[in-house]
């Protein structure tokens, strides 16, 4: 009995033994582990530099310190940065100041032009019907220094489509504006119809031989490749093609425009014909038609969440069609409101 | 006789009711909308985000929903920065105290305009000459809670509610264009939660929904990021006004 109550001891200290042995077994490999680890760590190269360090920073600190107290930006700009409560005292940019200018206009302004002393360059005998709103007239000042209006008031914005709007037109400050394909914007590239061709107030002193001169309503027009031009400071200013006007030739890379399923026109240059009796009329632009590109002189226009391109008096939508960036002539007409 | 007379007048009495019930304008709904109106009166900035739910129209009886979004900031008593995306839009109106700038993220071309010299009045002007409608800016304005209850024919408390396991005080309101539904946050600030507008001038009414979240009250915004800075090769165009 006496037997197996110390067998039973001896058990349970065995059994006690091999519980606790393990624990003290993984402590020990923990504990090995843990300084093998150590001891694999680079604890050594690790402090090394951060004992190292510090005399090696406190040189280069006490080096570049001077540096920075001599350093004369930095003690012109305590004197701003003491008045202003900042973080640094307000930083030195490298980009200028935003100085934006307000560049505001209503859809009436290209609607009241009149002809009060337009006068076209400093040639006061040469008058030509401008619009002398400011945001509707281009004004080049070139070499010469001539400031010139290129508009032509007797011009109309855009004459109506041949069949109805399928939709009431967006309304915006008393005008309505409508289109019959979908908005798809693209940035405005002035398009340049070559070497013959050139803007509303460009400038040339001499004109082609195959310039021809045309006359609409009594002025006197030279009309060369697709631009007409007047008389101005000696030399030639290629104006807004008169409305009206009738040339026997128009440049061969015209593009033609479908006004409607039985008449064509033909674009050149931000200028459209018809093409009757085998002459060229110039026309206003047909509101639904699309083209391709418009030329310099044109300006992007935020009529309420779409982007227009004005050019002249007219507004061209930005769409695509079949998959091409193209621009539709709106009809912006005034409704009631 | 006297039979008739009482009738009579229980008629006049229950027409009456019928009528207060109708245009009814609830005493706790005002004072709910005045607490949040106050909040705005007291702060010097604010900035929240907004997640918009709307109805537009698709084709003649189609209505479609399109989804939104708004981050923006306001700092009293005139600069602001709202940007807006959306379904093919990415715009940005800055207010710096004399201008407003609208720049389209997407076609990187902005448009300047002279500004008047006050949040109030320049969110106004916009709205008149620009068209452009801050999301639900009528909140903002001080005398919000006086002109709400003026142009409804019906506010009403409908209680409180749970939005996404906050407590909120459910508002509705009705005059006979729209219907309104203000969810306000019921933690001590009164900030609106949601609001969600039903248009029934038109043929079909549609929906305007806006979430509001992640508030900013009093922080101290820099001026600086209410200057717009034209970023490389931006065009600026010109911005056409109403009149």
């Known amino acids: 009995m006496k037997t197996n109550k110390t067998?039973?001891?001896?058990?349970?200290?065995?059994?006690?033994?091999?519980?606790?042995?393990?624990?003290?077994?993984?402590?020990?490999?923990m504990h090995g582990a843990a300084s093998g680890r150590g001891g694999a760590r680079p604890t050594t190269t690790r402090s090394a530099p951060q004992r190292t360090q510090p005399p090696s920073r406190t040189p280069s600190r006490a080096t570049s310190r001077p540096a920075t107290s001599s350093r004369p930006q930095t003690s012109t700009r305590p004197a701003n940065s003491s008045s202003r409560a900042t973080v640094n005292g307000g930083s030195s940019r490298v980009t200028s100041k935003p100085a934006n200018n307000s560049k505001v206009a209503s859809v009436k302004d290209n609607k009241v032009g009149s002809n009060n002393g337009n006068r076209v360059g400093n040639n006061s005998g040469n008058r030509v019907g401008n619009n002398t709103n400011v945001?509707?007239?281009?004004?080049?000042?070139?070499?010469?220094?001539?400031?010139?209006?290129?508009?032509?008031?007797?011009?109309?914005?855009?004459?109506?489509?041949?069949?109805?709007?399928?939709?009431?037109?967006?309304?915006?400050?008393?005008?309505?504006?409508?289109?019959?394909?979908?908005?798809?914007?693209?940035?405005?590239?002035?398009?340049?119809?070559?070497?013959?061709?050139?803007?509303?107030?460009?400038?040339?002193?001499?004109?082609?031989?195959?310039?021809?001169?045309?006359?609409?309503?009594?002025?006197?027009?030279?009309?060369?490749?697709?631009?007409?031009?007047?008389?101005?400071?000696?030399?030639?200013?290629?104006?807004?093609?008169?409305?009206?006007?009738?040339?026997?030739?128009?440049?061969?890379?015209?593009?033609?425009?479908?006004?409607?399923?039985?008449?064509?026109?033909?674009?050149?240059?931000?200028?459209?014909?018809?093409?009757?009796?085998?002459?060229?009329?110039?026309?206003?632009?047909?509101?639904?038609?699309?083209?391709?590109?418009?030329?310099?002189?044109a300006e992007e226009v935020k009529v309420g969440d779409q982007t227009y391109v004005k050019y002249g008096d007219t507004y061209y939508l930005p769409v695509q069609v079949d998959g091409k960036n193209a621009y539709e002539i709106a009809q912006v007409e005034e409704v009631e409101q | 006789m006297l039979k008739k007379i009482c009738l009579g007048l229980a008629l006049i009495f229950t027409s009456h009711f019928a009528q207060a019930q109708e245009g009814k304008i609830d005493s706790t709904a005002v004072m709910i909308l005045d607490k949040m109106s106050g909040l705005f009166g007291e702060l010097k900035s604010v900035g929240f985000s907004t997640d918009v739910a709307k109805d537009v129209v698709y084709s003649e009886d189609f209505f479609i929903k399109e989804f939104g979004s708004s981050k923006a900031r306001f700092l009293g008593p005139d600069k602001f920065s709202v940007r807006v995306s959306g379904e093919e839009k990415d715009d940005l109106y800055s207010y710096n105290g004399s201008q407003v700038v609208y720049y389209s993220f997407a076609n990187n071309l902005y448009a300047v305009a002279d500004a008047p010299n006050n949040l109030?009045?320049?969110?106004?002007?916009?709205?008149?000459?620009?068209?452009?409608?801050?999301?639900?800016?009528?909140?903002?304005?001080p005398s919000f809670s006086k002109d709400f209850v003026e142009e409804m024919d019906h506010v009403e408390f409908l209680g409180v509610t749970h939005i996404d396991g906050t407590r909120a005080f459910h508002i509705g309101a009705a005059n006979a264009n729209a219907t309104f539904q203000l969810w306000i946050s019921d933690d001590g600030y009164f900030l609106p939660r949601k609001v969600l507008i039903t248009y029934l001038d038109g043929p079909y009414s549609h929906q305007h929904e806006t979430d509001f979240y992640d508030w900013e009250l009093n922080r101290e915004y820099p001026s600086s990021i209410f200057e717009f800075l034209p970023p490389p090769s931006a065009r600026q165009i010109t911005w056409i006004k109403k009149d």
């Not at chain 1, 010469?144 to 855009?158: F, G, K, M, P």
């Not at chain 1, 709007?165 to 504006?177: I, M």
């Not at chain 1, 509303?200 to 030279?222: D, M, P, R």
Request: charged share 15%; net charge negative; glycine share 8%.
């Open chain 1, 7 to 29: 067998k039973l001891a001896i058990l349970m200290m065995g059994i006690m033994a091999m519980l606790i042995l393990p624990d003290f077994a993984s402590a020990q490999r």
């Open chain 1, 135 to 297: 945001g509707n007239r281009v004004n080049i000042d070139n070499s010469r220094n001539v400031n010139i209006n290129v508009r032509n008031t007797r011009n109309v914005a855009y004459r109506p489509p041949y069949r109805p709007y399928p939709r009431p037109p967006v309304v915006w400050g008393g005008y309505g504006f409508s289109c019959f394909r979908p908005y798809y914007y693209h940035p405005y590239t002035p398009f340049y119809w070559g070497p013959a061709w050139h803007p509303w107030g460009f400038f040339v002193a001499t004109l082609a031989v195959t310039a021809i001169v045309v006359s609409v309503e009594n002025q006197k027009y030279h009309y060369d490749e697709g631009v007409f031009y007047t008389e101005s400071d000696g030399g030639y200013v290629a104006v807004e093609a008169p409305q009206g006007a009738t040339v026997k030739v128009i440049p061969s890379d015209a593009q033609t425009v479908e006004v409607s399923p039985t008449v064509n026109n033909y674009y050149y240059g931000g200028t459209f014909y018809e093409k009757e009796n085998g002459e060229y009329t110039v026309v206003p632009p047909p509101a639904g038609a699309v083209v391709d590109n418009l030329p310099e002189g």
């Open chain 2, 120 to 141: 109030i009045e320049t969110i106004a002007w916009l709205y008149d000459d620009f068209g452009v409608e801050m999301t639900l800016a009528d909140l903002f304005y």
